[in-house]
Structures are given as C-alpha cells and as structure tokens.
C-alpha cells in the first residue's frame, strides 16, 4: 500500500517561472493538505480539499498560488511566477473521510534561483 | 491562524535516558493533538494522538499528557536512543485541520 506519492521531490525554477507540485494520496483517502516548510520551522497550512473542492485555503497567499484537487488524478500546487521568498519544503498529507491524522508524503523542495 | 509554541527549541540528551518535550497550544476548542517526528530531508511521521477528553496515552516507548487547564501538551521517550534524534512537532486542530508548532529538535549524544 503506497504511501503519499509527491514530484517532483526537487525544483529549480527560476524567478518568474512556473512551478506545479502533484501529489498522489493514499489509496482510499479523499482528503488532501498542503503544508509549507522553511528551514529550520514548522509546517504552515496552506490548503485543504477534497475531491474537485477546496474547502479551506486560508493559508494559501492570495496572489499567484492555486490549488486543485480534480476528480481523476493527483492534487496539484501551482506557484505562478515564483520569486525567491517561494523557496521552501512543501508538504502534501492525505487522511480518509473523518477525523484522524495526517499521513505525510516526503516533500517537494522548491528552488528559486 | 491560532499558534501551536514549544517552549525549548533545542533538546539534548544521553542516550538511554528519557525525554520530554513539551507543548504549548492557544486554541481551547482544538479537540484533536498529535506528536510527529521528522527526520532530516524527510515527511513528518506520526508518533502518537490524543483527543482532548483524554489526559494521557501511551505508547510504545512514548507517552502523551495533555493539560487542558493549562493548555500544555508533552511528549515523553522512554529511554531515548540515537534513532530518536530527530525535529518533534505537536500539531492541535479539529475536524480536517492542523496547526504545527515550529518543533523541538531532539539530539541524542551516545
């Protein structure tokens, strides 16, 4: 049973440049988070949805990120036009329907150059 | 957000002993803890849970109280081991939603 499937597990991207994490969840799980991580700190919540919705993106910045979480596929995190402050770990972490923890898959490191 | 502190950023410890670390949340409505654990370059793992009507779990190696007057969790490693050296998060949060500390880092000394 595979766990929490993120890609690319690192990204150079340059300032201006597009940047699109995916994340797979778990078999059986229909909820996905997205956590951001600077070195050295915590995760900070960015997003939380649910298959074709986004039920809580009080975390994410209003300007150039977006999330989706669409029907068939993995969740996808899009950063438009990166800048260096976007450098950091992002996180994915997927729970069934209920409450319960997090499972974590192992991050993506973004670069911007 | 609502903000999840630690109070000791960095924690060292012998090999063999035990240690604790602790946990400060601010929401009183949170019903839901959990310590991770996260290993350099690596995803946070689960360690251990606790709903808010309990005071105390435990588990292999591992214990949980939680201090609802207080407002204070902690997370106890029985004989600790070099394995354990790691960054310990606690997380609050309800029914889909978590807040992480920024974490203890956890050094072991052999």
């Known amino acids: 049973n595979a766990g929490v499937m993120q890609n690319p597990r690192h990204l150079v991207r340059r300032r201006g440049q597009e940047a699109r994490l995916r994340c797979s969840p778990m078999?059986?799980?229909?909820?996905v988070y997205w956590y951001r991580q600077l070195p050295e700190e915590g995760l900070k919540f960015m997003v939380y949805l649910q298959k074709e919705n986004i039920i809580d993106e009080s975390g994410m910045p209003k300007e150039r990120f977006s999330a989706e979480f669409p029907k068939e596929g993995p969740s996808i995190l899009r950063i438009q036009q990166v800048v260096r402050g976007d450098s950091a770990a992002y996180f994915c972490?997927?729970?069934?329907?209920?409450?319960?923890?997090?499972?974590f898959g192992e991050g993506s490191r973004l670069t911007v150059l | 957000g609502e903000s999840v502190g630690l109070h000791l950023p960095t924690l060292s410890v012998q090999e063999g002993d035990n240690s604790i670390i602790n946990c400060a949340y601010s929401n009183s409505a949170s019903d839901y803890f959990i310590w991770y654990k996260q290993e350099s370059g690596k995803g946070p793992q689960f360690i251990i849970d606790i709903r808010s009507n309990m005071d105390k779990r435990q588990g292999q190696r591992v214990t949980v109280l939680l201090n609802k007057t207080v407002k204070h969790l902690s997370l106890q490693i029985a004989a600790t081991q070099p394995g354990d050296s790691a960054v310990y998060f606690c997380a609050e949060g309800d029914f889909n939603k978590f807040y992480f500390g920024s974490g203890t880092k956890l050094n072991v000394k052999p």
């Open positions: 078999k059986g799980h229909s909820h």
């Open positions: 972490a997927s729970s069934p329907p209920g409450p319960g923890e997090l499972f």
